[in-house]
């Protein structure tokens, strides 16, 4: 068993260059660090292997959010003003930042990793009725495929099971009690981190990530009643006299405009063109949000958009991408904001 600390280390140690020069010499030679004493080379590991990755105490966030409590920005800030400390937020995949956490003032602490943006993760929690609910599922449907998975430290047969992600919204509510649902809006703690109550290690069981059986998709999708494409153009009635301020905001402003100011990111010449690729500052994958037709279509969860789904796009029209983004999508507020500006 590797050597770990009861808490995250605080003092500033010389295992950066160290870990760092890990970071280097794993790929190159195509180690594994499997049987590894340190924890941190394993960090650099997952980092290496495009996973997100952040320190945890135990089970929760180790670097402390560096904005007053009760106040507005440790709120709504998501790593905007530069600085880590902001739970899931801050996991990457980047090395240095990897090696200074777990080489310097985190040496020791658990691993936590993001959910990938193309897969999803069955929590099941046996102190919830989770092993009787998949027992459930499989009399019902069929035992679910191998697939990698994460076992808890805590003995008692609670594990991840991570498997592709299908397209749409997803809802755990028909799975049965003890089985939660984590996407890339939160983490989990990876092995071999150490579980805070038992002191025993969390164990990965290997194996590539399996699609989920079409029953499991099923109950897992969250159904949209209409089942067409909602596209919103317009202001309610009473801005529809004449050309509204929302089509001339449409027609005179770029997305660069509107996205840029919030962290976005677009790898196309032309941001407005159709087809133009965006990226979310807080992306785990190479493509957040497209344009379509003149309105962004966003299939990131990690936004404040509504996901695009497959048999249900959802397009957003500049107007009112720019009163969510900054108007909490209050459309009066943003369009009285715009006359103001206009005046």
């Not at 090696?99 to 943006?117: H, T």
């Not at 397209?167 to 049965?176: D, F, I, N």
């Amino acid at each position: 068993m590797f050597h770990h600390k009861d808490e995250c280390a605080w003092g500033e140690s010389d295992g950066v260059d160290q870990l760092s020069a890990e970071g280097i010499a794993i790929p190159t030679l195509g180690a594994s660090v499997m049987n590894s004493a340190d924890i941190g080379t394993h960090a650099i590991e997952y980092g290496i292997n495009n996973w997100p990755i952040l320190p945890l105490n135990g089970k929760l966030p180790a670097i402390p959010n560096p904005h007053r409590s009760g106040g507005r920005q440790r709120r709504d800030c998501h790593g905007e003003c530069g600085l880590h400390g902001h739970g899931v937020h801050d996991a990457t995949t980047d090395i240095e930042a990897i090696a200074s956490w777990w080489g310097g003032k985190f040496a020791g602490c658990n691993i936590g990793a993001r959910v990938p943006e193309s897969m999803f993760v069955l929590d099941v929690d046996p102190r919830n009725g989770g092993l009787q609910s998949l027992d459930v599922l499989a009399q019902r449907h069929g035992t679910l495929p191998e697939t990698l998975m994460t076992v808890s430290g805590r003995g008692d047969g609670g594990c991840h099971r991570f498997y592709r992600r299908p397209p749409g919204r997803l809802s755990c509510k028909r799975l049965g009690p003890g089985i939660d649902l984590k996407t890339s809006t939160g983490y989990v703690v990876l092995a071999p981190s150490i579980h805070p109550e038992t002191g025993r290690q969390y164990t990965r069981i290997d194996l590539p990530v399996a699609a989920p059986p079409s029953w499991l998709t099923v109950l897992l999708t969250v159904d949209d009643p209409k089942g067409t494409p909602q596209v919103d153009r317009s202001l309610p009635s009473r801005w529809s006299v004449g050309r509204s301020i929302a089509h001339e905001f449409n027609a005179a402003t770029s997305w660069l405009d509107i996205l840029v100011p919030h962290g976005w990111r677009c790898y196309c010449s032309d941001p407005d063109a159709d087809g133009a690729r965006w990226l979310h500052p807080t992306h785990t994958s190479s493509c957040s949000a497209t344009i379509r037709h003149g309105c962004l279509f966003v299939y990131s969860p990690n936004t404040a958009f509504d996901v695009t789904e497959a048999g249900c796009p959802r397009g957003y029209t500049k107007f009112r991408a720019f009163a969510l983004l900054n108007y909490d999508g209050d459309l009066t507020a943003a369009a009285r904001a715009l006359t103001r500006r206009a005046a």
